[in-house]
């Protein structure tokens, strides 16, 4: 390891995923001498498993309103200076073909593979070096340099960028360990917890609506501030789905959930007359998927024709309707979780460089930040603005 030893870097960045890739590779293409660690034996795993295997790499609206954080402007001037166009030059440069699916979401033709392939390339360009699987084991900060013991030996640079990011999929390598050095360095932390995760029915909802694993609603979903009108899907452990996916980021563990089962249709109209002899089931059915529209209508005492359920109740349903209100019993873990909320508090970092304010050199991007983006690319863009930010530092 002397060789290792003593070789200088102008900056470690630790984690090889999509943020510390590109972080790695720009900085080295601007000349800087860069050292990528990362202790996992497969490189980018998370890309690879993103999007069903196609990575949905950015979404061409990504914008501010698209991100959670305890400071919602501070991804602003990231995500300004390096934008999905910038991206998605960046793909088309290295040849891979790429398609919008819907709202804005563009996923690769072929694989995931390609980002990564397109990532390596980009640090080989800028000669990067790796050490890789190779674990971390201590931080400290001597003088005005970072020293970085690992299991393949020591290394020591001016500048040092974690990109470790959130704790979502243990099994491929995340770990709390960007958390733990900036608490090291005296930054806060915000309290991490899983997001775009399924959600749990608690037992009396799960002995009703269990059975129906697999139907989906076209519904809207709301909660504490966040609306989404998307699919929403029933399976044999709560609902998930786009639109429960994205609300449970805005889910706080204590506010139900209000569902629109029927947005854009007006209720009270369509059962204005309220002579149909239908059963009010056989009548949702005509809008909601038939089983769904039975167990709901048997929980809400509703098994029966219009007239027979009288005017009052019949309100009572329709007000139902549009805002079903369930409140889950938990989220389905880190295991099941696309993202983690919360992480390293944005008020010690700078919004245009990611530098820790108070530690010169210490740099933090990547989802490791506590910036959370929608379902639908804004992660990745999140990724690669906030990395090329802090290259462009370093
Ligand atoms: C199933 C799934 C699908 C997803 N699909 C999409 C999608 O289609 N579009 C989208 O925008 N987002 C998607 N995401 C979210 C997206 O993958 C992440 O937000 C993004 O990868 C974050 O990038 P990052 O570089 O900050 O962290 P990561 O990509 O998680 O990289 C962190 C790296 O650090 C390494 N590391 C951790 N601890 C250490 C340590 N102590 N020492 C050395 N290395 C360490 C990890 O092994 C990992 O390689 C998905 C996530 C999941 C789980």
Known sequence: MSSAQSRPFDAIVIGAGAAGMMCAGVAGQRGRRVLLIEHHPAIGEKIRISGGGRCNFTNINA???????????????????????????????????????????????????????????ECARGGVT?????????????????????????????????????????????????????????????????????????????????????????????????RFRENLLFTHRGLSGPAILQVSSYWDGRTPLSIDLLPGVDVRAWWATGTSRARLDHLLA?????????????????????????????????????????MPSGTLGYAKAEVTLGGVDTRGLSSQTMAARDVPGLFFVGEVVDVTGWLGGYNFQWAWASAHAAARAL
Not at 104 to 121: H, V
Not at 298 to 306: G, I, K, N, T
Not at 309 to 323: K, T, V, Y
Request: proline share 7%; net charge positive.
């Open 63 to 121: 914008g501010p309103a698209n991100y959670l954080s305890q400071n919602p402007d501070f991804c602003r001037s990231a995500l300004a200076r390096y934008t999905p166009r910038d991206f998605v030059a960046l793909v088309e440069r290295h040849g891979i073909a790429w398609h919008e699916k819907k709202l804005g979401q563009l996923f690769c033709d072929d694989s995931s593979l390609g980002i990564i392939g397109m990532l390596k390339a």
């Open 130 to 226: 790796w050490w890789h699987p190779c674990a971390v084991e201590r931080v400290a900060r001597e003088g005005d340099a970072f020293t970085v013991d690992t299991s393949r030996g020591r290394a020591r640079a001016r500048s040092l960028v974690v990109a470790t990011g959130g704790l979502t999929v243990p099994k491929i390598g995340a770990t709390p360990f960007g958390y733990r050095i900036a608490e090291q360095f005296g930054l806060q932390v915000v309290a991490p917890r899983p997001a775009l995760v399924p959600l749990a029915f608690p037992p009396d909802l799960l002995s009703r609506y269990g059975d129906l694993s697999g139907v989906s609603v076209d519904a809207a979903v709301s909660c504490n501030g966040g």
């Open 286 to 326: 005509t809008r909601l998927p038939r089983r769904f529209a039975q167990a709901w209508c048997e929980a809400h005492d509703a098994l029966r024709s219009l007239p027979e359920i009288g005017a009052a109740a019949r309100d009572a349903l329709a007000r139902a309707l549009a805002d079903w209100r369930v």
